[in-house]
Each structure stands twice: as C-alpha cells, then as structure tokens.
C-alpha cells in the first residue's frame, strides 16, 4: 500500500501549450535587459568618443590658439577666444591661469584677476601641479557627477627682459556631460517602453491561460492544505480530470486522513506528558539553541512568570548575569551533567538551584533539557546552621569559634608578612550587678547596645567577637612591623573603644555609665595557639581588672611597661597643662631671599621637673592620641599672642617688633576640627590692637581628609578677619592639586625632609633629584599666587641652591635654632644693629 501512494502518475493536467508563453515572456525580458546593456554600452563609447576626440582636439586647438595670441600679441584676444569657448553648449567653465594661480581670462568675467583656488569651485590643485611639472595635458572624468574636467600646460607671454618664456600657464575647461548622458537616457527609455509593452501584452495572455490551469488548482490544494492544519480534515478539495494536480489531490485526501489518526493518538499522549511534567516539583525547561520550546508548571513557579509565557523566550536571560556567560559556553559545547545555578526571578531576585541537563536530539535538532531543583531552603537551612555555629545569637557578633578560625588565619598571615597583629578582650565592669538590680532582660539590651557601639568603632580588617556572658574580644590585623609601635597601634584602638564604652547608655528608661577592663595579647610574640592566645588576653585583662578597673594591660611584660610609660606620659601632661610652668615656647626666625626677619615660628617644649627638656616628638603624638592637643594648642596660641604683645609693649631693649612680621603657629587637625576654633581665634585677635596680620596659622594637609566644605569655609573667615594660612609640610600628606587650588593659602611650607637631599646627584635606584620636585613645588606655588618657605635650611648649598630655585622665605639652623624668648629677643637686637 505504502509503494501504491508514492507512484506518479501520468501527466495530464499540463502540456507544452501552456508552458510556450511563459519561455517567450522569458525570452522577452532577456531581451530586454539586453536593448538595456547594449544603449548603455553605446552611451559609454559615444562618450569615451567624446572625451578622446572632441574634448581632447578641442583642448589642445585652444591651447595652441592662446599661445599665438600670447606669442604674437595678434589675433583676438584671449578674452575673446575663451569667450567664444564658453559658448559651446557642454562647456560649463573655462579659464586661464598664469604661473602665480591668478585668472587672466574666463568664461565668467568676474573671475579675472582673481586667485584660482578661490574663486573655481573645486580648483583641482593636484593635477594642475602635475600637469605643469609634467608640461602634459590631462583630461579627469567624474563619472559620478558626469563633469570632465580638461587641464593643459601653456608658455606664457615674452616680457620684456625674456628671451625665452619659463613661465607655465594653464588653461583648464570644465565640461558638463549631462547633454550625452540625457541624449542616452532618452533613447534607452524609448527602447524600454517599446518592449514593456510587448512583454505586459505577453504576461497577460500567459497569466489568463496559468489562470485556468495552474492556479486555481493550486489554491484550491493550498486552502486544503491550511484547513489540514487547522485540524479540518473534511474540506478536502476535490479535483476533476488527471494530471499532478489531480494525483495531489488524491494524496491529501489520504494525508487527512492519516493525520487525523496521528493527532488523535498525540493529543493523548502530550495530555498525559503535561500531567506528569506539571505533577512534579523540579523545573523543567527544554530549550533549541537557548529559545525555550517548553516548560512545566513548576519552572512558571520558579520564575514567577505564567509556565506559557516562557515559551520562546532567551533561558539566558532567565539566567543571573554572573553565571551566564560560563552556561552559554556549557551548551554550546554540548555538555552534560550537574551543577549549580542561579536563576533570575521576575522581580529580579536571585533564585539558587542544581540543575541537571540532557541533551536531546530531535528531528535535526539539538534540544537540552534542564531540570533545575530550587535549594533554597537548604541554602537557608545551612546559613542558619552556619549562622549558630559562628555567630552570638544575643548580638549577632561573631563567637568564639568563629573568632578562633580568624586568629588561626591571622598567625599564618603575620608569619608570612612580618607585620604584627593583637587580640584584646574586654568585660565590663560591674555587669552582674545590673543582671541583679534591673533584670536579665535589661542586662541583653545592655550587652546588645555595648555590640552596637563598639561595631561602630571597629576600622577595616578589625573583628569585635562576643567571648561569653560580658566578655567580648577584638582582632587588630595589619599593625606596624616594629613591636613596640604595634603595640602602641593596639592600645589606643582599645582605648577608643573603652573611651566610647564610657558615654551614657540609655536603656529601656534607664541611663547606664559603663566601664570596661581590657587585656592585649601581640601575635606572633607571644602564644601562637589561638585557644592559648584568648587564654592569655583574658588574663591579662583579669590583672586589669585588679589594678581598679578601666585600664588596658598587656600579656607581656616589656610591652606592658610601654604602655605604663606612655599612661605616665599623658598624666604628666595633663597635669603640666593643668598646674603651668612647665610647658614654654622657643622661636625660630624665618627670613626672605634678601636675609629680612620676615616671621617667626612658636615651637613648643616641656621643661619636666624630672625627666628635664622632653622633646616634642616623645609628647606631640601621645597628645594628639589622647586628646590634649586641643588644650595645648590653644595653650600655645595664646602663649604666642602674649608674646607679641609683649615683644610690641617693651621697646626699650632696642629690638622693636616689626610692624609687618608674622607670628607662626601650628594647630592640629583636631584642634582645627573643634566647633569654637574660630570664635577663639577672633577673641585672640581683639587682643592684637587691630593688627591681625601678625598671626600666621600653620595648617597640615591632614585637615582636608575629613568635610573638605566645612574646612574650606573656616579658612576663608579667618581670611576675612586677616589671619594667614600656612599648609605645613607640604608633600607628606593628602596632597591633591584639586584641593589645594581651593584653599585661601599664603604660604606654602616644604618638609625639610626635601631640603636635607637637595644636592643630591640622580640615580637610577634613587627615583628623581629632590631639587626637581622642589623646583616644580616653587614654580606650582608661585602660579597659585603662594609664597614658599623651606624648613630644615642648614647649609650655605642649600640656601644658595633653593634660591636658585626661587625660593621666598627660608627657616633652619643655617639661620637660627629655635631660641627661648629673650634670646630671640637679643638675636633680632643684634640683627638690627648689625
């Protein structure tokens, strides 16, 4: 039966009759094209004829013309002869050029005397240079404009002193070709009419016989073969007579029928296919080159989406970003198997699942199938199981396990970089009385509030852990080399810590002051077990808690003597700024490139009633740590303002205060940051007699690391009231172009640590020459409309060598060492007279 359905039959429906018209309209249209090529070919050669002949005869018999009219000065002149020239009906434009590129003549008269290149549209330079150099005649054809464009050399007139003429003209003519193109695109119009003509003629008597014979039964099986695709298998039309046409009909009877069979049969089995994909709980896509051909309920749940919306779509773009890339070259490979993705839900969340894919190939075509399970319950689960194990569920701080596996990694990484670390932990004192006297519900606010203050402590890298009950711990990574300044690093972040821990706390109505005892245990030095190390910070912290509370003690016995020392330090200080008398002022004098006393700079000393003079380097730092460099700046300001106006007051020892000289005087970031620091500015500056130009305030490029707005805004009401602003070793810190175009700066002062190197010889280890940057330091400043003062000057080559870089105000040892007041007094004195 099968061989009986595929057998042809005879031909019947069809003969020669019908298919003659078709081949002579065929032969009509090849015709055509080629009456079409053959006009075009002509209207080519005609116009080559042209260009050859006409254009080119025409070209040189002018050219031998104006030569005799140049020659001979006979004959009309070369006006008329150009003027005749213009008359020609394809000669759009025509002139002659001299040597120099100027028109002696041209069609158009208003040319004449003009530049060439200025006055001729689109003057060909080029090839008028060529054509001169070359003594050669050149004809250019622009097809695509149909413009000719004809240059040829000519010898110019004799003058007077000339035996021979050397001087080459041109005369270049400038033909629109549009005439032969229009007198060929006429013709070939005409020819294509004509044969339109007979060819509608032809299609027409070919479209009425197909009418009958081709066409209509051709529809008839068409609309047939659309009702069978939409399932109507009934309205088969039914053909009389033989031929193809009729055998075809026969077959789509018989195909109806078959697939009415089929798509029963289908229709069955994709129902129960969908009842089984939908029934279960994993998300199924199948999908040909990434386009989803299908998918079950539950990738529709996955996604978010209705499951029918996602046919047709890009699974990529169902895909997150970050995983999509590597999937796309997974299918394009063709692999197969498990792994783990994250889909991307229609609100944009990500949904985490494993995936297994099967490739599936089907009618051509390489289908993958991918079963996605979601996970993230597990996922939660695990986070949660995660969370327990790590974290304190009170606080949500890291735990002690947690805390043991940082420190395990942190030994490691210490080792490796030689840098130090340290683990402080801390309790807070008197904690079990609030858990008696308020409640323990009061006593996990307390604990959850002391979390939240101390987080909001913690720099980059540091990890605060909750040990137990009121215990809590801190990780320091990434201290300095050297173990005594890593364990001063240590020490004042536990300080800042327990210096928050003191500010009221409020508490479910009740306002709590807190304190806490802190013990510090260095790694490497000492236990490099991380159980061993906690052990031995909270002993140390219990030997805190001893010693009164409220204290920081170190686990090791040289660094805890470090930490005593600076404590006694800062007592010492405080009780110096408190009581008086110990804390003085030295001066060191700065002068200009013509050795004028042009300022002078206050710098502080203490003068310990038992350790003697205490530099400013062993005391400054500690000061700022702690927070007495606010006091004592102010201390210095007005120590310096009294000085002035004592130095202005006492006359009489014959060295007078200039009226013009500048009292220096550093002030702290910190101390600049204070609310009040301009109000205590300006009352400093009523007590100068209206003479604020004598206060030079010495800022460091540190203040512009914090509210850049707030700190430029400051700078420029001091300005307002007078004071000078000096930016202090300038090239040591923030230093930004940006910012310091925006400061209201008088000065700028270079770090002696520029100075002390600036005859230095290159080399190639060594980076650039100090000098270079301080020349370029001087040259930036002096576009900023800022002075510049070198600190550290000690020799005569420094001096002679910054004031060849141009250098405004010089300060060092060269000059003067720092001098108690009196002496500076004898030492301006002595300057005076001398």
Not at 201 to 225: C, E, K, S
Not at 424 to 443: C, K, Q, R, W, Y
Not at 741 to 753: E, H
């Amino acid at each position: 039966m099968s061989m009986e359905r595929t057998s042809i039959p005879a031909l019947r429906v069809i003969n020669l009759r019908l298919w003659l018209p078709l081949f002579l309209a065929f032969v009509a249209i090849i015709r055509l094209g080629m009456l079409l090529w053959v006009e075009h070919q002509n209207y080519r050669q005609h116009l080559q004829t042209f260009i050859d002949r006409n254009a080119h005869a025409q070209l040189l018999q002018t050219r031998r013309n104006l030569e005799a009219v140049l020659r001979q000065h006979t004959g009309p002149g070369v006006d008329v002869i150009l003027s005749e020239l213009g008359l020609e009906p394809m000669v759009q434009r025509a002139a002659l050029i001299d040597e120099s590129n100027q028109v002696l003549a041209a069609t158009r008269f208003a040319w004449k005397g003009q530049p060439a290149l200025r006055v001729i549209p689109g003057y060909p330079l080029q090839l008028t240079a060529q054509a001169r150099s070359q003594r050669h005649e050149y004809l250019a054809w622009d097809a695509a404009h149909n413009h000719l464009l004809a240059v040829a050399p000519l010898v110019m007139e004799l003058r007077p002193d000339e035996l021979r003429s050397n001087r080459i003209g041109l005369l270049l003519i400038d033909y629109d070709l549009t005439p032969l193109q229009t007198e060929a695109w006429q013709r070939s119009l005409e020819m294509a009419g004509l044969s339109a003509a007979v060819l509608v003629l032809t299609m027409l008597l070919l479209y009425a016989l197909a009418q009958r014979f081709i066409l209509r039964p051709a529809q008839a099986l068409a609309q047939g073969m659309q009702w069978i695709g939409q399932g109507q298998f009934d309205a088969i039309p039914q053909l009389r007579g033989s031929g193809e046409f009729k055998a075809l009909g026969d077959a789509m009877a018989r195909m109806a029928e078959d697939l009415q069979h089929s798509r029963l049969a289908l229709t069955e089995s994709e129902a129960r296919y969908r009842h089984l994909s939908d029934a279960a709980t994993e998300a199924i896509f199948i999908h040909d080159g990434g386009t989803i051909v299908d998918a079950n309920a539950a990738a529709g749940r996955l996604i978010g989406l209705p499951a029918e919306t996602l046919r047709g779509r890009d699974i990529y773009t169902l895909i997150a970003e970050h995983d999509r890339q590597r999937k796309r070259e997974l299918s394009t490979r063709g692999m197969e198997g498990r792994w783990a993705l994250d889909f991307l839900a229609a609100d944009g969340s990500i949904v985490p699942t494993e995936v297994a894919v099967r490739e599936w190939q089907s009618g051509g075509h390489s289908l993958r199938v991918v079963a996605a399970h979601d996970i993230r319950e597990r996922l939660a689960a695990e986070e949660e199981i995660r969370q327990l194990s790590n974290f304190d569920p009170l606080t949500g701080l890291p735990n002690r396990k947690y805390l043991q596996e940082r420190v395990v990694d942190e030994l490691a990484t210490t080792r490796l970089r030689g840098q130090h670390a340290a683990l402080a932990a801390f309790d807070l004192d008197g904690f079990t009385a609030i858990n008696e006297s308020l409640g323990m519900a009061v006593g996990d606010a307390v604990l959850r509030g002391v979390a939240q203050r101390l987080t909001h402590q913690l720099q980059q890298g540091q990890l605060l852990a909750r040990l137990h009950g009121d215990t809590f711990s801190l990780l320091m990574p990434e201290l300095e080399p050297a173990l005594e300044q890593a364990s001063t690093q240590a020490a004042r972040t536990v300080e800042r810590l327990l210096a928050s821990l003191e500010q009221p706390l409020a508490v479910q109505d009740h306002t709590l002051h807190l304190s806490a005892s802190a013990g510090v245990a260095m790694i490497p030095n000492d236990s490099r077990d991380p159980g061993e190390l906690l052990r031995e910070a909270e002993t140390a912290m219990h030997q805190a808690k001893l010693a009164s509370g409220n204290r920081i003690r170190f686990f090791a016995h040289d660094l805890q003597q470090a930490a005593s020392r600076r404590l006694r330090l800062r007592n010492d200080l405080k009780a110096a700024l408190d009581a008086g008398g110990q804390l003085l002022l030295h001066y060191q004098p700065q002068v200009d490139a013509h050795g004028q006393l042009r300022g002078i700079e206050a710098l502080v000393r203490w003068q310990h009633p038992e350790r003697g003079l205490v530099a400013p380097g062993e005391f400054i730092a500690e000061a700022e740590a702690s927070g007495l460099i606010v006091p004592l700046g102010y201390w210095v300001l007005e120590e310096a303002v009294a000085c002035m106006q004592r130095c202005r007051a006492n006359r009489e020892d014959g060295a007078p205060w200039p009226h013009d000289l500048a009292m220096g005087v550093n002030v702290s970031p910190r101390q600049f940051r204070e609310p009040d620091f301009v109000h205590r500015i300006e009352d400093l500056l009523d007590r100068l007699a209206g003479n604020p130009l004598l206060l030079e305030l010495e800022l460091t490029e540190s203040v512009l690391s914090d509210d850049l707005e707030a700190t430029l805004e400051k700078m420029q009401v001091l300005r307002r009231h007078g004071v000078k602003l000096a930016l202090d070793d300038f090239g040591t810190g923030y230093s930004s172009l940006s910012y310091l175009k925006r400061m209201p700066i008088n000065t700028l002062k270079i770090d002696r640590s520029f100075v002390i190197d600036i005859d230095a010889q290159p080399h190639p280890d060594l980076g650039k020459r100090p000098a270079a940057l301080i020349e370029a330091i001087i040259g930036m400043a002096h576009q900023l409309d800022m002075q510049v003062l070198a600190e550290g000057v000690e020799t005569e080559a420094q001096h002679a060598r910054l004031l060849q870089a141009g250098c405004d105000i010089f300060q060092g040892y060269l000059f003067s060492r720092p001098l108690p007041e009196q002496a500076m007094r004898e030492w301006m004195r002595q300057r005076a007279a001398g």
